[in-house]
């Protein structure tokens, strides 16, 4: 029962244009979302976070946008660079009796191209 | 600000053997959570600490187990080591016991190998 996923394994841009990945959870308990970015043999790289009571969140080039209706988040990077490519992991938590404890999706590899 | 560390980075060992890992957290983070990463499985929480006290558990055998010391630092132990055992395993700290928004940082893993 995967309660949080990623169904594009991967996507590839142009360098300068939008990335935009997408995330889908299934538990409504969950009240923060993190995205974090990963290199391989590294550890994940906080990026940003949304609470449920906002639903949308910027920070520089990134901008992650939540519809708790739909259940779904994503995460805007623009312009894309080259240095983005990487693997990205969405993450929730939030779930009482279950708190500390984040829900990774499998991740999207973002490839962006000179 | 230092980040979280870990330790040791890379580990080599043999099945039924057992292995210890140690994690510092960033300074004043009071929380350390532990993660499993394979490719089959991704990335999969272990066990959170905080002060001291196991708070929450994933659905790990019992070969898997940790503590958290007064410092906040915090190991984690794999005893009767199987091939399945090889992975990178991540700790996070973050401030806890946790307010609506408390974010997690990782350390860069230490990755196992079972041979």
């Known amino acids: 029962d995967q309660q949080v996923k990623q169904n594009s394994p991967s996507l590839s841009v142009q360098e300068g244009r939008i990335s935009i990945l997408n995330c889908d959870y299934t538990n409504s308990m969950f009240d923060y979302f993190l995205w974090y970015k990963k290199y391989p043999a590294e550890g994940p790289t906080f990026l940003i976070s949304i609470s449920s009571i906002k639903d949308k969140n910027e920070d520089g080039r990134f901008t992650v946008f939540l519809n708790k209706s739909a259940k779904h988040l994503s995460l805007h990077i623009v312009p894309s660079q080259p240095g983005d490519s990487a693997v990205y992991f969405c993450a929730a938590s939030g779930v009482p009796g279950n708190t500390g404890k984040l829900i990774f999706g499998q991740g999207t590899t973002l490839q962006v191209k000179p | 600000k230092a980040g979280v560390t870990q330790t040791p980075r890379y580990l080599i060992k043999t099945r039924g053997q057992q292995v210890t890992l140690s994690c510092s957290p960033i300074?004043?983070?009071?929380?350390v959570s532990w993660y499993q990463q394979t490719p089959g499985q991704g990335l999969q929480f272990l066990f959170e600490y905080f002060s001291e006290t196991q708070r929450n558990k994933g659905n790990f055998p019992g070969r898997f187990s940790g503590r958290q010391f007064s410092n906040s630092r915090s190991e984690m132990n794999v005893s009767t080591l199987e091939l399945g055992d090889s992975a990178l395993y991540l700790c996070a700290s973050s401030l806890g016991p946790r307010a609506l928004t408390d974010t997690q940082y990782f350390g860069p893993g230490t990755r196992l190998t079972v041979l």
């Open positions: 300074s004043g983070h009071r929380s």
